[in-house]
């Protein structure tokens, strides 16, 4: 079946529709990766966006369920130069192209990806359509405040049976993060997002982990003034939780020109002289700028742009990371901020 992609500027791409054959509208974004479609797709940090893959062939190694970083896929559609539905992976129980018709998400190939992606680029945050019908949407139709409540737990739950207890808010938590914090002597209570500093606490935490997740950190007042006080415990924020940490100590958050997303994103670990290749999903950042430097401390940058990647309190036991340590999909350079963190935790304890 043929579409076509439209952008709030007008232009537009022709292509073919694979998977749900239904019109979809969302911010449009780029992910560089190789590999992860499965990842990506499933990643609530995407929700409500429509995702463009740089990598000219998806789909060559099919799905597998296992790979899921959500219960449900997260995306608006995809936008892909060529799929490839043989899927002769030996661990692939589907095509790509019957995953997307089963959970009813659109996708568009034969476009110019790398076209696109410099346009996205120049142009800086745009709206899309994947349009089948030809009867595009009303602009004003695309709605996507606080997603972060959207794709959050609607109910708390425990996992593990660690001797830690550490207290997860799930503001679009992916589930390799999870089972990377599983990996450490923690047992989890992950909450949602709008659970109050004050139920949390009442559940003893040693230690808060504040996740990552979709959209814009000032749509999340109340957040943040929970967040502040759950900042007596140890604690450790990615992406999302980042931000908000940022924002608890009087940062300011703006949105980046067209975001940083994929799993090849250089960051210098200041304190180690290092730089660690790592996996990013997010639109907004921390301006450099409103660091109170007497109370946080730049650990991290990016080697690209030199935006902060990473912070942590001068005299308290809290850290963060603007990318997702874990990387699924991409490199685990960076797991060694899930030992720093259990760590700092047993190191609280201790006193």
């Not at 998977?19 to 940090?45: C, H, K, L, R, W």
């Not at 892909?80 to 959970?103: C, F, G, V």
């Not at 602009?139 to 207890?165: A, C, F, I, M, R």
């Not at 030199?306 to 350079?333: N, T």
Request: aromatic content about 8%.
């Amino acid at each position: 079946m043929k579409g076509y992609l439209l952008l709030s500027d007008g232009t537009k791409f022709h292509g073919t529709i694979i998977g749900a054959t239904q019109n979809a509208i969302g911010e449009i974004v780029f992910n560089t990766g190789m590999t992860g479609y499965q990842e990506i797709v499933t990643d609530p940090s995407y929700f409500g966006q429509i995702v463009v893959l740089t990598y000219p062939m998806i789909g060559n190694y099919g799905i597998k369920s296992d790979m899921n970083q959500s219960k449900k896929t997260q995306v608006r559609g995809l936008v892909i130069r060529e799929s490839d539905q043989n899927n002769t992976h030996w661990a692939s129980e589907e095509s790509l192209d019957d995953y997307l018709k089963k959970h009813n998400l659109v996708a568009i190939e034969g476009i110019d990806t790398r076209e696109l992606t410099k346009m996205i680029r120049d142009k800086g945050n745009l709206l899309a359509q994947i349009v089948i019908d030809d009867k595009p949407a009303s602009w004003s139709t695309y709605e996507n405040y606080q997603p972060s409540y959207q794709v959050s737990t609607p109910s708390k739950y425990e996992l593990g049976d660690g001797k830690y207890h550490i207290a997860v808010l799930d503001y679009g938590i992916k589930s390799s993060i999870l089972n990377q914090l599983l990996n450490k002597d923690f047992r989890l209570t992950v909450y949602p997002a709008h659970t109050s500093s004050e139920e949390i606490l009442s559940d003893a935490p040693d230690g808060i982990f504040l996740s990552n997740g979709p959209g814009d950190p000032d749509e999340l007042e109340k957040v943040v003034e929970e967040v502040k006080a759950l900042l007596v415990k140890p604690t450790f924020g990615i992406c999302l939780g980042h931000q908000l940490i940022g924002k608890a100590f009087g940062c300011d958050t703006i949105k980046l020109k067209y975001g940083h997303r994929g799993p090849n994103h250089p960051v210098k670990d200041i304190n180690k002289d290092r730089v660690f290749i790592t996996s990013q999903n997010h639109g907004y950042m921390l301006t450099k700028d409103s660091i109170n430097k007497e109370i946080l401390e730049v650990t991290h940058f990016n080697v690209n742009d030199d935006s902060v990647e990473g912070v942590k309190h001068k005299s308290k036991p809290i850290f963060s990371v603007q990318y997702h340590p874990e990387a699924s999909p991409g490199p685990d350079d960076s797991n060694y901020l899930f030992e720093e963190f259990e760590q700092m935790v047993k190191e609280a304890m201790a006193c």
